[in-house]
């Protein structure tokens, strides 16, 4: 369908288009249906199938009613404004996910941006129980067992940003510093390391890229770690050190990663289970057949995620700023792991309630993103997903119970209020039929809403969504645009 466009010139308001109404009489079906707002949307179904199956505008198709019940319209609209502004969030947390990042890169919108990833070792996991299991030899090889060697191996988990032609070299460091049980550590905390490293290896992106293919140890990047720090963990096993992971965790510090300093490329490690994991070999005296014993990275972990803005368009942007988007050009912008990200609202919403009429039904809504693809480049990929969550005036993510306020479900067609990278329209599109209406109903209410990268977990008890910091994907926004089909009486 050909739509003619027309430039606003209100920097904060999206892309006008104009409106189309379709106009018929109240048919005898509707007049003892109960609500108004599901009578309007039902009825609306004969419209809009008329309307997405034509190759024209649909304007005034008029359906006969002898009941004379009076009139009413389906209207379609984009012209609601969408306000817009770049925002800086708090509490990055980047602790305790699936995947952490390395590394440094120059971004041309975004500045610099380097990332370093502490891990703790810690003990290997029951598979009856899901907890952590004593680190003990085999009844056969107690008093028996001879020390080999040390290995950690590092998964790739397929995110690269920046320039991957160039080689990089990875550096493994031994903690001086304990982490804190429990805490949720953001993208701005760090811990103390030894800043020699213990083992360090030069690493192409193919090699990389060779380390996500498979978990077998041959393809894996892996580090041998000194004599002295495997003998460390050997001589506490079976004993009272190895046995509770408190007391594990205190005895043996942890790891960080970094790449070097001139690096062009931010990498993804996986820290799951079966993936990344410390490795001890021994044999038993009087036997030649080398023995494995796996442990984990599944405590305390968290990416260092630090910026330097200077020189680009946000670099003067402070924690809780609000940037509105007639400052930067109308555009905005959303960075993962550094806190930026777009805070949009509705201050035009009410429009729809005109000429004293307060039953409107919204027929179907449609939240557009869309990127500029002219910043795109290589592998400077968009987020692959965006999650909705509410924001509060003062600029932080609004939680109940320290959960995020995931604007969720569309009740009304079961759709998660999430959404892919389009790759063949280059957009996010979010269907935002219900939480529109309740907005109009006034049975919720907003401060804005926040667009953060996320993930969808699904289990066998369903899906859930969380929000996942650690990379460093951004995305330039061009425009957002809030289509709308709604119906009222006239």
Same mark, same amino acid.
């Given at each position: 369908?050909?739509?003619?466009?027309?430039?606003?010139?209100?920097?904060?308001?999206?892309?006008?288009?104009?409106?189309?109404?379709?106009?018929?009489?109240?048919?005898?079906?509707?007049?003892?249906?109960?609500?108004?707002?599901?009578?309007?949307?039902?009825?609306?179904? *004969?419209?809009?199938?008329?309307? #997405?199956?034509?190759?024209?505008?649909?304007?005034?198709?008029?359906?006969?009613?002898?009941?004379?019940?009076?009139?009413?319209?389906?209207?379609?609209?984009?012209?609601?404004?969408?306000?817009?502004?770049?925002?800086?969030?708090?509490?990055?947390?980047?602790?305790?996910?699936?995947?952490?990042?390395?590394?440094?890169?120059?971004?041309?919108?975004?500045?610099?941006?380097?990332?370093?990833?502490?891990?703790?070792?810690?003990?290997?996991?029951?598979?009856?129980?899901?907890?952590?299991?004593?680190?003990?030899?085999?009844?056969?090889?107690?008093?028996?067992?001879?020390?080999?060697?040390?290995?950690?191996?590092?998964?790739?988990?397929?995110?690269?940003?920046?320039?991957?032609?160039?080689?990089?070299?990875?550096?493994?460091?031994?903690?001086?510093?304990?982490?804190?049980?429990?805490?949720?550590?953001?993208?701005?905390?760090?811990?103390?390391?030894?800043?020699?490293?213990?083992?360090?290896?030069?690493?192409?992106?193919?090699?990389?890229?060779?380390?996500?293919?498979?978990?077998?140890?041959?393809?894996?990047?892996?580090?041998? *770690?000194?004599?002295?720090?495997?003998?460390?963990?050997?001589?506490?096993?079976?004993?009272?050190?190895?046995?509770?992971?408190?007391? #594990?965790?205190?005895?043996?510090?942890?790891?960080?990663?970094?790449?070097?300093?001139?690096?062009?490329?931010?990498?993804?490690?996986?820290?799951?289970?079966?993936?990344?994991?410390?490795?001890?070999?021994?044999?038993?005296?009087?036997?030649?057949?080398?023995?494995?014993?796996?442990?984990?990275?599944?405590?305390?972990?968290?990416?260092?995620?630090?910026?330097?803005?200077?020189?680009?368009?946000?670099?003067?942007?402070?924690?809780?700023?609000?940037?509105?988007?007639?400052?930067?050009?109308?555009?905005?912008?959303?960075?993962?792991?550094?806190?930026?990200?777009?805070?949009?609202? #509705?201050?035009?919403?009410?429009?729809?309630?005109?000429?004293?009429?307060?039953?409107?039904?919204?027929?179907?809504?449609?939240?557009?993103?869309?990127?500029?693809?002219?910043?795109?480049?290589?592998?400077?990929?968009?987020?692959?997903?965006?999650?909705?969550?509410?924001?509060?005036?003062?600029?932080?993510?609004?939680?109940?119970?320290?959960?995020?306020?995931?604007?969720?479900?569309?009740?009304?067609?079961?759709?998660?209020?999430?959404?892919?990278?389009?790759?063949?329209?280059?957009?996010?599109?979010?269907?935002?039929?219900?939480?529109?209406?309740?907005?109009?109903?006034?049975?919720?209410?907003?401060?804005?809403?926040?667009?953060?990268?996320?993930?969808?977990?699904?289990?066998?008890?369903?899906?859930?969504?969380?929000?996942?910091?650690?990379?460093?994907?951004?995305?330039?926004?061009?425009?957002?645009?809030?289509?709308?089909?709604?119906?009222?009486?006239?």
């Amino acid at each position: 369908m050909k739509l003619q466009l027309t430039k606003l010139k209100q920097a904060l308001k999206t892309t006008t288009l104009r409106k189309r109404t379709l106009i018929f009489t109240q048919n005898s079906f509707l007049k003892n249906s109960g609500n108004f707002t599901l009578r309007m949307r039902n009825v609306a179904i *004969l419209l809009l199938s008329a309307f #997405f199956l034509s190759c024209e505008d649909p304007i005034n198709i008029a359906v006969d009613a002898p009941s004379g019940g009076g009139q009413f319209a389906t209207t379609f609209t984009d012209t609601l404004t969408v306000s817009r502004a770049t925002v800086m969030i708090d509490s990055i947390v980047t602790s305790a996910q699936s995947g952490a990042v390395l590394g440094h890169y120059t971004d041309p919108v975004f500045g610099d941006v380097s990332a370093t990833i502490f891990t703790q070792i810690t003990l290997p996991i029951d598979g009856n129980t899901g907890g952590y299991a004593a680190l003990t030899f085999p009844d056969a090889d107690k008093d028996k067992a001879v020390y080999d060697s040390m290995y950690v191996y590092f998964a790739h988990n397929g995110f690269a940003y920046g320039d991957s032609t160039k080689p990089v070299t990875l550096n493994l460091h031994r903690l001086t510093e304990d982490f804190v049980k429990g805490k949720k550590y953001l993208n701005k905390d760090k811990l103390g390391y030894n800043a020699t490293p213990i083992a360090s290896k030069n690493l192409t992106y193919k090699e990389f890229k060779r380390s996500a293919a498979s978990t077998a140890k041959d393809s894996l990047i892996s580090f041998k *770690l000194p004599a002295s720090i495997g003998n460390e963990i050997f001589s506490i096993i079976g004993k009272d050190q190895s046995s509770d992971i408190d007391k #594990f965790t205190a005895a043996i510090k942890g790891f960080a990663l970094t790449l070097n300093n001139n690096a062009q490329t931010v990498y993804g490690i996986s820290m799951a289970l079966g993936s990344s994991a410390p490795v001890l070999y021994y044999h038993a005296q009087g036997d030649t057949v080398g023995k494995a014993m796996s442990l984990t990275f599944l405590g305390e972990r968290f990416s260092e995620i630090k910026t330097n803005r200077q020189g680009k368009v946000l670099q003067n942007i402070k924690e809780f700023d609000s940037v509105p988007a007639q400052l930067t050009g109308n555009i905005t912008y959303m960075q993962s792991g550094a806190g930026i990200t777009t805070k949009i609202l #509705f201050p035009t919403l009410n429009n729809l309630l005109k000429a004293g009429n307060n039953n409107v039904a919204i027929n179907k809504a449609e939240l557009i993103i869309e990127p500029d693809m002219d910043k795109v480049a290589g592998n400077l990929r968009v987020p692959p997903q965006f999650v909705l969550v509410e924001i509060g005036k003062d600029n932080r993510l609004k939680k109940t119970n320290n959960v995020e306020d995931f604007v969720a479900l569309d009740v009304a067609t079961g759709t998660q209020y999430i959404a892919d990278f389009n790759t063949t329209n280059n957009n996010y599109q979010f269907n935002f039929t219900s939480y529109l209406q309740d907005l109009l109903n006034k049975k919720k209410t907003t401060d804005g809403i926040a667009l953060v990268p996320s993930f969808v977990s699904t289990t066998s008890s369903g899906s859930t969504i969380g929000i996942y910091n650690n990379n460093v994907s951004r995305v330039v926004i061009k425009n957002i645009k809030l289509n709308v089909y709604y119906s009222g009486k006239k």
